[in-house]
C-alpha cells in the first residue's frame, strides 16, 4: 500500500460486450464514460474519497440512458427492471443490493448498506423497504424503462430468445490519501428471470478493492464472473505484483475457464489503472495520475 501522496486517478466502464447497433462507433458511449470520469475525478481534486469518487462516477453512468445500469436498464422476462449495485473501499467496507426495483441510483442504495448496517448485501423487498427508511425515494413503478430498452425486450419475446448480454457499469479510483475503492451497477441481462442477481452485487466477483493492491470492476456474463470470483482474482494478481492491465488479463483468464467473456478495469496501489476485455468492445474513459486523458471502445 502507498500513503498519502496527493496522487489521484480513476477508470471507468460502461460494459462489455457487442458493439450497439445505435452507437456503432461507440462515441456515444465514449462520451458517456468521460463525462462519468471527469465527474469522479472532480470528486478526488476536491479532497474528496476514492469512495467518494467511484460512487459519484457510476451515478451519471446510471443517470444516462445509453448504460444498462439505472436508467434504460435491461429488462426481466416480465418486462421490469431489476438492478443489482456494490461499492468497496480498500480498508474493507463493503455493501451491495441485488434485484432492486423503482431505485434511480443503485449505487447510493449500495453505500447506504455500507455505511448504516451490519450486512454487506440486501437484495429485492428487503433492500427496498431499507431504502425507505433511509429516506430514499422510490420512482413511480416503470420510471426506469426507456422506450430504447422496451423495444429491445419486445423483439427478444418475439423472437423467444434466451436471456442475452446488456452490460454493466462500474468505476476504480485511488485517492490522494492512498486508499482505494470500486462499484459496479447493472440491469443485468436482457430477460433475466425476476428474482436474478448477478456478480455486479457480490464482492469478490464483479467488485473487490483492497488498500494493499488495488481495486477492479468487472463487466460480462455474471454466472461466469461469481463462479471464477474475477474482480478477487485481479486484486490478488495486483498483490503479488502484477501491473493492472496483466491483472485483469489473468482474471479473464479465470473467467473465461468458467465459461464466460467480459471485461475488468483495474486501479493498483499506486493509481495506476489499466484494463482488459475479450468482447468485441468495451467503452471506458481514465484519468491517470498526471492528469491525461483516455477513452475508447
Known amino acids: 500500500m502507498n500513503g498519502p501522496d496527493g496522487k489521484v486517478s480513476l477508470i471507468v466502464h460502461g460494459g462489455a460486450g457487442a458493439l450497439d447497433p445505435g452507437d456503432p462507433d461507440g462515441a456515444a458511449h465514449v462520451a458517456g464514460c468521460q463525462a462519468a470520469a471527469r465527474a469522479g475525478h472532480a470528486v478526488l481534486k476536491a479532497g ?19 448504460f444498462n445500469a439505472g436508467t434504460g436498464a435491461a429488462l426481466t422476462e416480465d418486462g421490469a427492471v431489476e438492478c443489482d449495485a456494490s461499492v468497496m ?8 443490493v ?33 431504502a425507505a427508511r433511509q429516506g430514499v ?11 430504447r430498452m422496451r423495444a429491445k425486450w419486445q423483439a427478444a419475446k418475439i423472437k423467444a430468445t434466451t436471456p442475452a448480454g446488456g452490460g454493466t457499469v462500474g468505476c476504480v479510483a485511488r485517492d490522494a490519501q492512498g486508499h482505494v475503492a470500486a462499484a459496479t451497477s447493472t440491469g443485468g441481462i436482457l430477460m433475466k ?9 457480490l464482492i469478490g466477483a464483479g467488485t473487490y478493492a483492497d488498500d494493499r493492491a488495488g481495486a477492479a470492476s468487472c463487466t460480462g456474463l455474471g454466472e461466469a464472473f461469481m463462479k471464477a470470483l474475477g474482480a478477487k482474482v485481479a486484486v490478488e494478481a495486483m498483490l503479488a505484483g502484477a501491473p493492472p492491465d496483466a491483472a ?16 475488468i478495469i483495474c ?31
Do not use: C, Y
Request: net charge neutral.
Open 48 to 66: 474528496g474519497s476514492a469512495a467518494d469518487a467511484v460512487v459519484a462516477a457510476v451515478t451519471v453512468l446510471e443517470d444516462d440512458p445509453l
Open 89 to 96: 473501499t480498500g480498508q474493507g467496507a463493503a455493501g451491495a
Open 98 to 130: 441485488g434485484a432492486v426495483r423503482d431505485v434511480k441510483n443503485p449505487v447510493r442504495l449500495a453505500r447506504l448498506v455500507m455505511e448504516r448496517t451490519a450486512h454487506v448485501l440486501l437484495v429485492g423487498a428487503g433492500a427496498e423497504a431499507f
Open 137 to 147: 425515494r422510490r420512482l413511480e413503478a416503470g420510471a426506469l424503462v426507456t422506450d
Open 193 to 201: 428471470l425476476s428474482g436474478r442477481v448477478g456478480d455486479s452485487a
Open 248 to 263: 485483469a488479463r489473468q482474471a479473464l483468464a479465470a473467467v473465461r475457464r468458467a465459461g464466460g467473456d467480459g471485461g
Open 267 to 297: 486501479a493498483d496501489a499506486a493509481g495506476r489503472v489499466g484494463f482488459a476485455f475479450n468482447t468485441p468492445g468495451m467503452s471506458r474513459a481514465a484519468i491517470s495520475t498526471a492528469g491525461v486523458e483516455t477513452s475508447g471502445v
